[in-house]
């Protein structure tokens, strides 16, 4: 069945940049997305369409997605972005599949 | 302003049923597909339901597909899910959705399912 693969933690010092890697088969062949979750809100969409920022979200947050890895940067990070982050895509059955989450530490 | 607000949340004993119920407002429901995603304790997130904008097509994860029943009412603004044959692992902040492969761009707060005896 598919899989997304996600690290289990990333750790940057503030105004460094973060990024956060996403692995699934043939994943470039498939659409994207990156949520924000923080503890008691949410979630919170911050990218879709592999690249593409919903209204609100600051220009820090950028992807990319190629070969069978998707990843979220986020440039000059700030505490503020401290979070989980999720990444999801379709299968081919078009069946939602969510990575395990990355936890976000601002230090 | 968008607003998505679940119920329905609650304790229930396993094999149970419970029904869950989102309310929309803000925006023209009947032009949106729809999704319940739920996040167990200490999990992370877990999608649980689709169901198109007519209602015409439905799909569910594995871990619910035969148990949980995803439903909508254009008239009333509101998606439902109807979960049977609760078991523990069941339990989880039950969120709902707005949104389809370009991502869901609107969440409830979630409602609350314990199950447990």
């Known amino acids: 069945s598919f899989e997304l693969i996600q690290p289990p933690s990333v750790s940057v010092s503030p105004g460094q940049t973060a990024n956060i890697a996403c692995s699934g088969d043939?994943?470039?062949?498939?659409?994207v997305c990156w949520y924000q979750k923080k503890p008691g809100q949410s979630p919170v969409l911050v990218l879709y369409?592999?690249?593409k920022r919903p209204s609100g979200i600051p220009e820090r947050f950028s992807g990319s997605n190629s070969g069978n890895t998707a990843t979220l940067t986020i440039s000059e990070t700030q505490a503020v972005d401290e979070a989980d982050y999720y990444c999801?895509?379709?299968?081919?059955?078009?069946?939602?599949?969510f990575g395990g989450g990355t936890k976000l530490t601002v230090l | 302003e968008v607003q998505l607000v679940e119920s329905g949340g609650g304790l229930i004993q396993p094999g149970g049923s419970l029904r869950v119920s989102c309310a929309a407002s803000?925006?023209?429901?009947?032009?949106?597909?729809m999704n319940w995603v739920r996040q167990a304790p200490g999990k992370g997130l877990e999608w649980v339901s689709y169901?198109?904008?007519?209602?015409?097509?439905?799909y569910y994860g594995d871990s619910v597909k035969g148990r949980f029943t995803i439903s909508r009412d254009n008239a009333k603004n509101s998606l439902s899910l109807q979960m049977n044959s609760v078991r523990a692992e069941d339990t989880a902040i039950y969120y709902c959705?707005?949104?389809?492969?370009?991502?869901?761009?609107?969440w409830g707060q979630g409602t609350l399912v314990t199950v447990s005896s």
């Open positions: 043939d994943l470039e062949e498939r659409y």
């Open positions: 369409h592999d690249t």
């Open positions: 169901i198109s904008s007519d209602s015409s097509t439905t």
């Open positions: 803000g925006f023209t429901f009947n032009d949106y597909a």
């Open positions: 999801q895509a379709w299968d081919s059955s078009a069946l939602v599949v």
């Open positions: 959705a707005r949104g389809d492969s370009s991502g869901y761009d609107y």
